[in-house]
């Protein structure tokens, strides 16, 4: 909190808990086939300097099917399951809160990992992130997308917690897609009538 009284006083805000979740989301959506995808997730924000190695695929790979679980669990009616799992990682993935920022600045608490490794980090802020989105949003607030030919992984923030879909365009693609398989089901009722 900066101080009115105090201009030498720096602000520390609070730990934005979401864009780890967030974190979490892209981690399960991105299809992590080689290094470069790897390179491509982590290509934003402080990581961008960061060079992950095979076996940081490999552990991203690993955590990101348990991470998949812990929303296909809460889709299932699961949500036990989905604790459980998240338990499980932030106990192997636990945090180190520190300060990161400017003199005279902005100070922001981050959450890293405790190893040295880029996975280490970006991972362990990840299972935090969504573990305290749990927990501050319930679980209904997570889920996997409706359309069956996706997969995708979302937070929902919608007011009235109805979100079905990770994005707009599997909205609009699963509804055309019903609309259409009315119609055809409507036409072969009346063609059944009139035969
Ligand atoms: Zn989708």
Redesign the pocket.
Known sequence: MRSPRCGLLSTVSEVDFDEYARTAVKIVNTPLGGLTDLHDLLSVGHWAAQHPTDRDLATFKRVSKRLRSVFVHRANNRAERSVAELNALLEAFPVRPTIAGRPNGTWRMRVTGRGSSISSEVLAGAVWGLATWLCEHGSSRIGV?A?EH?G?VYLDTSSNCCRR???ER?ATRSHVAAHRARKRCTKAASLHVSG
């Open positions: 997308c359309d996706c995708n879909f990770c994005s599997c």
